[in-house]
């Protein structure tokens, strides 16, 4: 458990613990600011498998997608956060504005995405057996946070790209 690193090592692990019997579930994000609503994602997407593998945006492509200003938290502390939680068991970071490489490597029984992705834009699909989007429970995100903080203590709004 942990962070891999390499592709080949990603789907050697991934067939190694589908051979063991194991439903191997995959999800994906940038989790900048770890807040409540990822833990709650996280923990659902693992509830649907024995095994959860995350792909996280690496810097390089947090800043392709949002901009120069993030990300806030810089990828290896992200990776140590997401290696905390219970839900978690490996990571892999990617540097591509999608998981696309990683997904085809990974091959899920389960990819998940949140409801929010219509099932057309999801990045790797027909690389997954099945393909489950849940719904967040929680109205909470990492813009929202950084806009809020800003609010607060500095008086005014954060362009976040």
Known sequence: MGLVEGLDRLRELSERLKSEGKRVVFTNGCFDILHAGHVDYLERAKSLGDVLI????????????????RPIVPEEM???VLLGLK?????VLFDEENPLKVIEAVRPNVLVKGADWPLEKIVGREFA?????IPFRFDISTSKI????????????APLG
Request: with cysteine; glycine share 10%.
């Open 54 to 69: 995350v792909g996280v945006n690496s810097d390089v492509s947090v800043r392709k997608i949002k901009g120069d200003k």
């Open 78 to 80: 992200r990776v140590r």
């Open 87 to 91: 839900a978690v068991d490996y990571v």
């Open 129 to 133: 057996d099945e393909v489950v989007r």
């Open 146 to 157: 950084v806009e809020r903080v800003v609010e607060r203590y500095c008086g005014g709004e």
